[in-house]
């Protein structure tokens, strides 16, 4: 979804919106989603050449700024910005395709970053459905992305009583 996506829902609703840049430059884009009426940025790390800058300026123009994980990128590459930033999202699938299948090795990087950073907010986006969203809760995510499990469902208000533990 683009700013002008994002400003349509923000005529809707008062509810927190979340932007995850799976862009090659977000930094070009930061200011369109926050202006659009985001409250919470995340870009990957792979993407950007300074991450201290775009968080930098994310939080200076109000909003909560994350980083975002591949599977393959070890959680040791966010240790760096982690006081920095306001919340992490751990990708549980490899970014580019919707409705893939959870990869259980990522529990280990959220298993990780509760134990070492116990207030930082941890979020979790990739294969989420009911099945696998209380082991999320157990290791210590905070919030959970489920777009194809919940769009796709047939009873939705039960998708999200699930969803929610």
Partial sequence: FGPVVIEGIRKLTELPLDAHLMITDPDKYLEDYINAGCDMISFHLETVQ???DIIQ????????????INPPTPVEKAIPYIERIDYIL????????YGQKFIPETLGK???LRKHYSELTIEMDGGINGENAPLLKKAGVDIVVSGAYFFRSKDRKKALTLLRG
């Fill in 90 to 97: 751990v990708m549980s699938v490899n970014p580019g395709f």
């Fill in 50 to 52: 300074n991450p201290i």
């Fill in 57 to 68: 300026r994310g939080q200076e123009m109000g909003v909560k700024m994350g980083i975002a």
């Fill in 110 to 112: 959220v298993e990780y």
